[in-house]
């Protein structure tokens, strides 16, 4: 029987996450939005695949980015809502400011493209349960927020380590400690915790890891230990019959050897400079295909919109 999987994406630019800390030439470059979102469609075609965007309000707010919004939305891609500001701190922010910070998202994006989210992941996994009640009264079908990692205590201590030039509210990092435990298929929570089932709350889509073990399993843990790695855990999630939600950042796939982006990468510490802005775009691309090879012999892919509908 082939199982149900979704492809999903932060599409998170150099300057919704940076705001130009560390780069080298001030302007803000547009080449980046463009050149990912080109590339992860045309990378998706062979495989018919369409997948869950998450995008920050503030890049639709620049007119050069519009045709490639419109070209991915038109294409089929979901958008959903990755915040207005990319709020890494999201979940510690009163109540009012994190319904501005969707909000703000939702009108920039129904400006661009005619169509408001009805998906949700904070920046960073960072997510509460106090979001709940906010979704539901915004007509939110699903959260995705939830990354249910057993090492979810290092990965927020490497995370505070890795950006002491932030703001104090932007070095936390995976949300309440209470998600490692969460469960690793999608669900129905209840109206007030995203880790408890109910009938009355949202639809919980969490990231795919290990079973077992809980590692992480996602775009990042291929480029930083191999396909051979990635194979076995593969098998794992495979063997267990989960289902299958894989995810991608925006900068899997962008050259920043590119003129137009080489200044942009931050240089200066105290800020996390994520292993794909390192690795060339052809390496990041071959081992992506591996992976997506293996995917598609097994799993059906829909939109996470697609999928909260039969949950």
């Given amino acids: 029987m082939t199982l149900r999987g979704a492809i999903s994406s932060d599409i998170d630019t150099l ?6 800390r560390g780069r080298r030439r001030a302007e803000y470059t547009h080449a980046e939005l463009r050149m990912g979102l080109e590339t992860f469609s045309q990378f998706l075609e062979p495989y018919g695949i369409r997948a869950t965007l998450f995008m920050v309000g503030s890049d639709f707010l620049q007119t050069p980015n519009h045709d490639a919004i419109r070209t991915v939305a038109t294409a089929g891609h979901e958008i959903a809502n990755h915040t207005h500001t990319h709020a890494q701190g999201f979940r510690l922010l009163p109540s009012d400011v994190q319904e501005r910070e969707l909000a703000a998202m939702e009108e920039a994006c129904v400006a661009v493209t005619g169509r408001r989210p009805v998906g949700f992941r904070s920046p960073g996994w960072n997510m509460g349960d106090a979001a709940i009640p906010i979704l539901k009264r915004r007509g939110y079908l699903y959260d995705s927020s939830i990354h249910p990692m057993f090492v979810t205590p290092a990965f927020k201590v490497l995370h505070w380590m890795s950006t002491s030039q ?12 209470s998600y490692m435990f969460a469960p690793l298929r999608p669900y129905r929570t209840d109206g007030r ?15 795919s890891v290990v079973p077992g073990v809980r590692a992480p399993f996602w775009a990042t843990f291929l480029l930083a230990t191999g396909f051979h790695v990635f194979r ?3 098998r794992a999630i495979r063997a267990a019959r989960l289902p299958l939600h894989y995810m991608f950042h925006l900068s899997d796939f962008v050259d920043y050897s590119h003129p137009d982006l080489a200044d942009q990468v931050p240089t200066a510490g105290g800020v996390y400079v994520p292993q794909a802005l390192r690795v060339p775009l052809d390496r990041k691309l071959a081992l992506f295909r591996q992976a997506m090879d293996l995917f598609a012999a097994d799993y059906r892919f829909v939109t996470l919109e697609q999928w909260a509908a039969t949950v």
């Fill in 15 to 20: 300057q919704s996450i940076y705001r130009g």
């Fill in 166 to 177: 932030c703001e104090p509210i932007d070095r936390t990092t995976l949300g309440q400690w």
């Fill in 193 to 207: 915790y995203l880790t408890r089932r109910g009938t009355d709350g949202i639809v919980e889509f969490p990231v």
């Fill in 232 to 234: 076995a855990c593969y």
